[in-house]
């Protein structure tokens, strides 16, 4: 009985069906291998991207709280915007003398990335954060 490796060495080759099965098994490995490149590669920068997105809205509402209680509330955008970043700052009055509401909002092209509040008295022992 003649053993495997006399018959493979005896063919001479590889026929074509068995070079056109290797070449469609390594494509699909292949285009395995780079969707989930490509997707680490996006959640990386949308990572970063949500990272400088709440950095920016803290250092706003940091900044908010560090300022004297005025009404009506008019606070500065005081952060370095890098960019295709927005940021926007809502100041509201919920009670006339005592309680502000201080709403921020980073956007990034576009899209919302970060949005948080804070509420601000005029007794700074009291202040309040959502």
Same mark, same amino acid.
């Given at each position: 009985m003649k053993s495997l490796r006399?018959?493979?060495?005896?063919?001479?080759?590889?026929?074509l069906l068995e070079v056109a099965i290797a070449t469609a098994v390594l494509a699909l490995v292949t /285009?395995?291998?780079?969707?989930?490149?490509?997707v680490a590669l996006k959640t990386a920068a949308?990572?970063?991207?949500?990272?400088? /997105? $709440?950095?920016?809205? $803290?250092?706003?509402?940091?900044?908010?709280?560090?300022?004297p209680y005025t009404?009506?509330?008019?606070?500065?955008?005081?952060?370095?915007?890098?960019?295709?970043?927005?940021?926007?700052?809502?100041?509201?009055? $919920?009670?006339?003398?005592?309680?502000?509401?201080?709403q921020v909002t980073v956007q990034y092209k576009g899209t919302t990335y970060y949005q948080s509040s804070i509420y601000k008295t005029a007794n700074p022992n009291t202040e309040n954060t959502q």
């Open positions: 006399s018959r493979f060495l005896k063919r001479g080759g590889f026929t /285009a395995g291998l780079l969707t989930g490149l490509v949308t990572s970063e991207t949500t990272d400088t /997105a $709440v950095r920016l809205g $803290v250092a706003e509402l940091e900044y908010v709280l560090t300022q009404e009506p509330p008019v606070y500065l955008i005081v952060s370095p915007i890098p960019a295709d970043y927005t940021v926007t700052m809502n100041p509201s009055v $919920v009670t006339p003398g005592s309680l502000q509401q201080i």
